[in-house]
């Protein structure tokens, strides 16, 4: 691992290249520092978590790198003189920067007025003592000078999840508890089928019946949220994070944002939900006892009864997103030591599961086998039995396949660590002209800005929407911290910060780029959102 001092000087180690740390400020140093470092060997932490990140990340601007030759993922080259494509800030950066040209130039030539030429775009600047540990060389590589913002839509900013999920309830045990707007739609659902059956059952109530029915509804799904709590009291219990519950159609879901760590607790988390539910359908039959069975509260607690006992059955099928599919993987996980094997085979199953719902459900209502009349079941309620059997079908076949993605996205989470992706550094004061600063950056093979005061303490970014933005022949007289962004105690990352974590860190804080430093408080380097984006789509193309 690199050292860098206070002032963000490095000091190559034997496993980490100089070019990952904060160049000197003193104008044009030797990078290569042959006679400087300590070697030290430290190991990256790697984390396992959840989730998802798809929306937290900054947008994607492959099409522009594409039309150019350029690598989409590992933006730096193999050793200082790979300083590759700059990444892209947002059209709000480039317009506020001093003196920017329209959004998408390219600039060229050399880095500032009076400078002897640079080599070729095509060629690094500066030769490395080291290989860089982490990153690929792009064809196209050019220094910071040359950054351009790649023709195309810019990418947008990365976003903090919203509070989303509906009209909040509440927060159990400290969990958000939303009701979904789609709720209201199956709840009007059940309150006209109930308030049929109703009709043939206590013909008396006349219109009062629909009241009954949406009590009904109310109270199974206050059943269903029940259930919900009980995968969430299970996931607490274990350390295990929920981000909110959520009501909706056709039922309710639980947002634990970590897998758990053995499959003996991942089948008691999936397992505790239907037990609860027939928890509730014993405690319903036992209350249905003393009651007249043709009143109104006597058609509530049998109709609560059967519905729980309902909920309790489809939900231990075996195939996913069903908590019988997640037992299921877990006795796979546990059989074969893999959790993705397990989860490939319930999700396999859960699919088989959704075509037998699509097909069997209408020939089981048809035949009468659920109950009713074969010769009752024409028309309309045909129509109805397909119809739902096709929406659940739908629900399980799609939920079956987001469990293949997310479990594809825990398995190269942790292929994501923030000393891989991050660039090396050059620390400059706050009245350094931007032309000095790019000279310095280039020499250093460098491809981040970082503005210190006089004690060498970082204090702000230099954005690099804002370099591209100005014209070159205006470097000379444009100080760096007229382009750069204060720093704030988001905008810190530790170089040990890698998957689920490191996501994190930078879904709390929302920028462009990020100061990453080691756990003594030095300078390592910067982190562009983008490159963490293009890193995190490389890891998903690649095959489990």
Same mark, same amino acid.
């Given at each position: 691992? !690199? ?9 190559? /180690? ?15 140093? $030797?990078?290569?520092?042959? !006679? ?14 959840? !989730?998802?990140?798809?929306? $937290?990340?900054? /947008? *994607?601007?492959?099409? /522009? &790198? ?21 990444? %892209? ?5 480039? +317009? ?19 400078? =002897? ?13 080291? $290989?860089?540990?982490?990153? &690929?060389?792009?064809?196209? *590589? ?13 990418? =947008? ?165 069903? !908590?019988? /599919? ?9 059989? +074969? ?38 010769? &009752? ?7 109805? &039995? ?68 006089? *004690? ?16 070159? %022949? ?14 704030? *105690? ?55």
């Amino acid at each position: 691992m !690199d050292e860098s001092g206070g002032s963000g000087q490095p000091r190559p /180690g034997n496993d980490e290249s100089a070019e990952h740390h904060a160049a000197p400020a003193t104008p044009a140093p $030797d990078p290569a520092h042959p !006679d400087e470092a300590t070697p030290t060997d430290e190991p990256t932490m790697v984390v396992r978590r959840l !989730d998802l990140p798809a929306d $937290d990340s900054t /947008g *994607d601007d492959a099409t /522009g &790198d594409a039309g150019t030759g350029r690598e989409v993922a590992g933006r730096e080259g193999n050793g200082p003189e790979g300083t590759g494509p700059a990444e %892209h800030g947002t059209e709000a950066e480039a +317009t506020e920067a001093k003196g920017s040209e329209t959004q998408g130039s390219e600039t060229h030539g050399t880095a500032e007025q009076g400078r =002897k030429p640079q080599t070729t775009p095509d060629r690094a600047p500066t030769p490395a003592p080291d $290989d860089h540990p982490h990153a &690929d060389t792009p064809a196209g *590589d050019r220094t910071l000078a040359h950054s351009g913002l790649a023709k195309g839509r810019p990418p =947008k900013r990365p976003r903090e999840p919203g509070p989303g999920g509906g009209l909040l309830m509440g927060r159990p045990f400290g969990v958000p508890v939303y009701v979904a707007p789609s709720w209201f739609l199956v709840a009007a659902l059940i309150t006209w089928v109930f308030g049929g059956q109703l009709d043939r059952v206590l013909p008396e109530l006349g219109a009062a019946r629909y009241l009954v029915s949406l009590f009904f509804a109310v109270a199974f799904y206050a059943s269903v949220l029940v259930h919900e709590l009980a995968h969430t009291v299970a996931a607490l219990r274990f350390k295990l994070p929920v981000r909110r519950i959520q009501l909706q159609f056709f039922g309710g879901v639980s947002e634990i944002e970590k897998e758990a760590e053995t499959p003996g607790r991942e089948f008691w988390l999936a397992f505790v939900g239907p037990l609860l539910s027939l928890v509730l359908s014993g405690l319903f039959y036992l209350a249905l006892q003393p009651v007249e069975p043709g009143t109104v509260p006597g058609v509530l607690l049998a109709g609560l009864m059967i519905s729980n006992l309902i909920v309790a059955a489809f939900n231990l099928l075996p195939g996913l997103p069903l !908590d019988g /599919g997640r037992m299921l993987r877990a006795v796979v996980w546990k059989i +074969t030591g893999r959790p993705m094997t397990g989860t490939i085979a319930a999700a396999w199953v859960g699919r088989a599961l959704a075509v037998s719902v699509l097909i069997g459900l209408p020939l089981l209502t048809q035949s009468g086998a659920l109950g009713s009349n074969a010769e &009752d079941n024409v028309g309309m309620d045909t129509v109805m &039995d397909a119809l739902l059997a096709a929406i659940l079908a739908a629900i399980i076949w799609t939920g079956a396949g987001n469990s293949l993605r997310m479990a594809r996205l825990r398995e190269h989470l942790p292929e994501l660590r923030a000393r891989n992706l991050t660039r090396r550094a050059v620390p400059v004061e706050t009245d350094t002209p931007l032309s000095e600063a790019l000279r310095r950056a280039n020499a250093a093979g460098a491809r981040a800005l970082v503005v210190v005061d006089a *004690d060498g303490q970082p204090i702000s970014l230099v954005r690099e929407a804002a370099i591209v933005g100005v014209p070159e %022949h205006r470097r000379p007289w444009v100080a760096v911290s007229g382009l750069a962004q204060d720093l704030t *105690d988001g905008m810190r990352v530790s170089a040990e910060l890698a998957g689920e974590d490191l996501l994190d860190a930078l879904r709390a804080t929302p920028a462009t780029e990020y100061l990453v430093v080691e756990e003594t408080g030095e300078i390592y380097g910067v982190l562009s959102a983008a490159d963490v984006e293009r890193a995190f789509v490389k890891a998903m193309a690649r095959p489990s």
